[in-house]
Nanobody, 124 residues
């Protein structure tokens, strides 16, 4: 059974940085694309970043491009999201997700498994 667990969320001032981690288990990690989505109160879940199984292909939402970096360590079955220059509007619950294919996806319905989420709060 595929399990995803996020960590690294917290409270940070605007302009600061956080690194989220997602530990995966239950299948061969490197064979499948993964992604990060986020959901703010009263809003729909939105795409943040995605990465292919090998890590060679990445895509970002325009709102985070140049500030966030997605990466993965297949030897550790872990994916990361380095978030720099954080803004108040980045405040949300961040979810780790994976899909049943190697190719990255930018839509939530393309993903099959989700973690419980980790809260990121950016104070202005």
């Amino acid at each position: 059974q595929v399990q995803l667990v996020e960590s690294g969320g917290g409270l940070v001032q605007a302009g600061g940085s956080l690194r989220l981690s997602c530990a995966a288990s239950g299948r061969t990690f490197s064979s499948y694309a993964m992604g990060w989505f986020r959901q703010a109160p009263g809003k729909e879940r939105e795409f943040v970043a995605t990465i292919s199984g090998s890590g060679g292909n990445t895509y970002y939402a325009d709102s985070v491009k140049g500030r966030f970096t997605i990466s993965r360590d297949n030897a550790k079955n872990t994916m990361y999201l380095q978030m720099n220059s954080l803004k108040y509007e980045d405040t949300a619950v961040y979810y780790c997700t994976t899909r049943d294919t190697n190719w990255p996806g930018t839509r939530a319905f393309q993903y099959n498994y989700w973690g419980p989420g980790t809260q990121v709060t950016v104070s202005s």
